[in-house]
């Protein structure tokens, strides 16, 4: 009888820890964001406006308004022998003008990586769009900690 009760109470007990994510935790992230003015890389900037409405409580009644400007670039670090581009690097800036009432702040982050080139510039586009996405997701992460600690 103890041996059916004992695995019984272990699933009971673990099931019930109390886990709650960060991200989807609804009294930490209690403010909505709208986002004001764009500016830069398109595609990046609408991945931005995406990431930010998920995250965004459209209830809430602390508002913060956003300006966001992002500059994605492509730069060659090396080449081979024949002079064709073996390696770049991948670098998105983007800066968010934060306005809260009367309170206006401005945060930076920079995202890099390199990668290698392919001879397939159907796989090298899909490959730095995926790069993209990341990029945001990781940018969306760090404004959400920022907005966060400035309730």
């Given amino acids: 009888m ?3 009760i004992y695995p019984l109470l ?34 990046i900037n ?8 998920a995250i965004s409580n459209s209830q809430s009644n602390a508002i913060f308004n956003l ?14 022998a024949k002079g064709t581009v073996s390696d770049y690097q991948l670098i998105l800036r983007s800066n ?7 309170k206006s702040e401005t945060i930076s982050f920079v995202e890099k990586q390199n990668i290698k080139n392919t001879s397939d510039i159907f796989e ?21 900690l920022e907005l966060l600690t400035r309730q």
């Fill in 2 to 4: 103890i041996k059916k």
């Fill in 67 to 80: 300006k966001v400007n992002t500059v994605f670039e492509k730069i060659i670090v090396s080449k081979n």
């Fill in 10 to 43: 272990i699933i009971l007990i673990l099931t019930s820890c109390g886990y709650v994510p960060i991200y989807n935790s609804p009294d930490k992230s209690d403010y909505k964001i709208n986002i004001i003015e764009k500016s830069g890389d398109r595609l």
């Fill in 96 to 102: 968010f003008v934060i306005k809260k009432g009367d």
């Fill in 124 to 144: 090298q586009s899909n490959y730095e769009n995926t790069i993209k996405r990341n990029f945001v997701i990781s940018l969306v992460r760090k404004l959400n």
């Fill in 46 to 53: 609408n991945l931005i406006v995406s990431e930010i409405k």
